[in-house]
Structure formats: C-alpha cells, structure tokens
C-alpha cells in the first residue's frame, strides 16, 4: 500500500562484507529506498569497529556511499564527536533505542550529544522497552529522564526530545501525520491553566493517552483502538498458535541448558578479546 515502503536491512557492518554493503548502497542510490542498519550498540562492537576500520567505522560508511539521508542507524550507543558531525552532516538518521541499550547493559547513547552535532535522531524500541508493550511516549520520557542533566545544568529540553525544535506545522499541503492526545486523561489533575503542554508529556504521558492518529490524512487509530484490525483477536491467534508448536516440540524445553552450556564454554574466548563484532 501506499503507507507502506521496503527497506534494504543490512544487519551491521561486522555481519555484511563489503561487496554485500557496497552493492546496497549502489542499489539504494538507484531506487531511492532507505536503508536501515545497526552501528556501535556495544563496546565489544566500538573494539571491533576500532581493530576492522582503523580509519574509523562512520567514514567506511561514507566512502561507499551509503552514509546519506537515506540511512536510519540504529543506536550509535559508543559513537564518538567527530563520528556523531559526519553522521549530521551527512543527513543520515540515528534511531536511538533507550530500553533495550539498558535492558541488554550495552549502554547509554550520547543523545544530547547527537543534538548538539546536529544528527537527526529518532526513537526506536528495538523490540526491548522496558514493560513489552512498544509505547513510544514512555520510550521518550525514559531518554528524556536519563538525559536531562543533573542539579541546574540542562543538556536537552522538552522540544528537542519530541523535535519541535524542527517547527512541523499544520497546514494546506504538509502530510497529514497527526497524533492526537486525550488532553483531559493527560492532564486531569489540573491546577494552573499554563502548564507546558510538552513538559507534561514528558512527566506523564503514555500510550493510553494517544485518542487518535492519522497517516496522511487517513484515521488509523480512534479511541486508542487501530482501526481496519481485530488486534485482540490476531493476539489470541497467535499465542494459541505459538502454544500449540512448542506443546508439540518436546525437545524446546532442553534450549535454556544447551545455551547456558554454550555461554560457559564461549565466555573464554570473548574474553580475550576475540569479540568478532558480538552484539553480547
């Protein structure tokens, strides 16, 4: 459909080779399709980047074509300043992953950092936030709270978090992309009239607030259900699917011993240094 593009999705570069990641490249300036990868979620990835790419990870990137504004790099959790500059200057995008950074101990990434580099910077889940429930709002206000400074100092403000600091607007001929909140259910407590309605979001706000949203001026989501699918329904589906093959498997009960078994007899290895590009 119309709301829906494909993507080329080259995991990383410690898991492409470089005719692999130069062809997709090729292939993206081509067609015009994005490209989406992972880049520096771990320090053991920073060590690996460091020993493959001695002239630096985010210029490889560049010298094959494939740093543009076409490309979402997701975490850049251990990039450094002058990685951060290129990436803006550039025009690519950094989805940075909050939750799972922290859920899997990877890091924290250098969000006002990014900001101050000028780096077009997203929210992304990465299919970790924190409660399992994919609630981008929640997501913003845990960088926010792990970014906003400490004592009086202020390293990011409420704007910049949800990008206001760009001025969308609402106007004849922009794209209809709207989200709108249950004000009410948001601020139900109300004592002063004036209250900085981005700050509030960012104290309280969640995925039950969200009444609806619009894509390209069509309504997909009214009174917080997703309209045109049975969502609850295709849940029940799946689950009872998923149930039924691993009732089925009688050997999926042994996985937990035989990965502990692994981890035991691999952790030797990692440890002196042979980290191979490992997201662990």
Sequence with gaps: GEHVTVQYGPTAVQWCSTPLLEAIAQAAADTGRPVHMHLLETQYQRTWADEAHPGGIVKFLDDIGLLTPRLTLAHCTWAR???LALIAERGATIAVNTSSNLGLKSGIAP???MLRQGCRVAMGLDGMAFDEDADALREARLAYALHRGWGYETTMTAAQLWGFASRRRIEVGAPA????LDWDALDD?????DTDPLDLLLARGNG???????IGGRKVVN???VLGVEE???QAELLARMRAALAADAGHRDWRGTVQALAEDLAPFYRQGHFGGCCG
């Design 81 to 83: 300043p002058e990685e």
């Design 111 to 113: 969000l006002p950092e």
């Design 177 to 180: 992309d709207i989200v709108l």
């Design 189 to 193: 407590d109300a004592l002063f009239p």
């Design 208 to 214: 039950g607030h969200i009444a609806q949203v619009f």
């Design 223 to 225: 009174g917080g259900r």
């Design 232 to 234: 609850p329904a295709l």
